[in-house]
Structure formats: structure tokens, C-alpha cells
């Protein structure tokens, strides 16, 4: 059984800091991984992206990946009230189909 | 224009009966997807086709029947509704397998 863990929180951050938001997966397999942002009745949105070790920066938004420790995360800096959501880890596991599994997500509140 | 489109939004409906939800995108991807997610915001992989093809069937109820006239294309049929069937369910796509999805702003499916 595939599985990505991300804990649920919910983390608070003041407005102006880095939030860190992590996850882990089982399949030491996986290819690809991706973090979504969810706002409440929202649909998922995608944030970034990384296939490779190491880190990927996207104007505020860093992704971090570790293969070997089996671990991605995402940093977010100068944190912003909007950026108040639930942030959805998934992770495409190798296999013809690439099949993506999701964590259960972190809930996140950037407080003024 | 919007890139992934369902119809309905909301789907009300009596225990027992058939439904159906339409997805369409127009981004010109090959790879759709359907995601059930439940009410503690778990988002679940159902199916998924790549250029028509089903390539992804985790396990579902045959209840279920997905079909796909076209690449553009995704719908969802489900016989014989139950009450475990209440949830949201998203259709996304992406260019390719393996790459990043867009997702349709949901069906928020309620059975009575």
C-alpha cells in the first residue's frame, strides 16, 4: 500500500514568516511529486512541482525533495493571510500508470 | 474559459437511484482523471484514461462506470446510489501521464 504522510495540523505562522510544510512517502519508487493548495470548497490547485533532488524556487514558494530520506516539502516565505489553506502533497508512484496518491493534507493559517 | 468544466455542481438525489457527472477540458490534454474525496477531505484517485484508454482503476464499486467518448472527455456514470457515496468529486487532467493536473471545480454529490 502506497502512502503519503503529511501531518494535518493545523500549523500557525504569523504573517511575514516561512511556513515549512512537510511529507513522506512510502514508495521508494516514486517519480514525481506535487504540492496543491485547497481553500475551503475549493478545488485543488497546483503550487509547484519537482522531479529531481534538491530544491525548486518559485517566487515565494520553495520545494524541497529528498529521495533517499523519502521525504518533499514545501517552504513558503513572507507568509500572507491568503496563503491560509490546505496544502495537499502527491506523489506519482513509478509503474506504467504513474499512479498519483495524495496525502490527507496540512491545514495552514497565516495569522496578521 | 474555463480549463476543466463539470456539470452539475450539485447533484441531490435519493438512495438507489442513477446519476451521472460530465467533465470536459479544453487544454488539449490527453490524461483525464476522477477523484472522489470524502468528508474528511481525503481526495482519492478512481480512474483515469489517457487518450481514451483506461489506464487507472483503483478500487471502486462496478458501480462506478467511467467512459470516455473522446480525449476532451470524461464522465462519470453511477448506478444504484448509497449513502457512502456523499462526497465531492473532481475531475482533473494534465498534458501527459505524469505531469501536473488542473482540476474542475468539483460535484458535490448528496444522497438522501
Known amino acids: 500500500q502506497k502512502e503519503v504522510e503529511q501531518n494535518s495540523g493545523p500549523l500557525s505562522v504569523p504573517e511575514g514568516a516561512i511556513a515549512s510544510l512537510n511529507c513522506t512517502y512510502s514508495d521508494r519508487g516514486s517519480q514525481s511529486f506535487f504540492w496543491y493548495r485547497q481553500y475551503s470548497g475549493k478545488s485543488p490547485e497546483l503550487i509547484m512541482f519537482?522531479?529531481?533532488?534538491g530544491d525548486k524556487e518559485d517566487g515565494r514558494f520553495t520545494a524541497q525533495l529528498n529521495k533517499a530520506s523519502q521525504y518533499v516539502s514545501l517552504l513558503i516565505r513572507d507568509s500572507q493571510p491568503s496563503d491560509s489553506a490546505t496544502y495537499l502533497c502527491?506523489?506519482?508512484?513509478?509503474?506504467?500508470?504513474?499512479?498519483?496518491?495524495f496525502g490527507r493534507g496540512t491545514s495552514l493559517i497565516v495569522h496578521p | 474559459d474555463t480549463a476543466v468544466s463539470q456539470t452539475p455542481k450539485y447533484l441531490v438525489t435519493q438512495m438507489g437511484n442513477d446519476k451521472s457527472i460530465k467533465c470536459e477540458q479544453n487544454?488539449?490534454?490527453?490524461?483525464m482523471y476522477w477523484y472522489k474525496q470524502d468528508s474528511k477531505k481525503f481526495l482519492k484517485i478512481m480512474f483515469s484514461y489517457n487518450n481514451k484508454e483506461l489506464i487507472i482503476n483503483e478500487t471502486v464499486p462496478n458501480r462506478f462506470s467511467p467512459k470516455s467518448p473522446d480525449k476532451a472527455h470524461l464522465n462519470l456514470h453511477i448506478n444504484s446510489l448509497e449513502l457512502g457515496d456523499s462526497a465531492v468529486y473532481f475531475c482533473a487532467s494534465s498534458q501527459e501521464l505524469n505531469q501536473p493536473q488542473h482540476f474542475g471545480d468539483g460535484t458535490r454529490l448528496s444522497i438522501l
Open positions: 487544454l488539449g490534454h490527453d490524461t
Open positions: 502527491a506523489v506519482n508512484s513509478r509503474g506504467g500508470s504513474y499512479i498519483p496518491t
Open positions: 519537482i522531479y529531481s533532488n
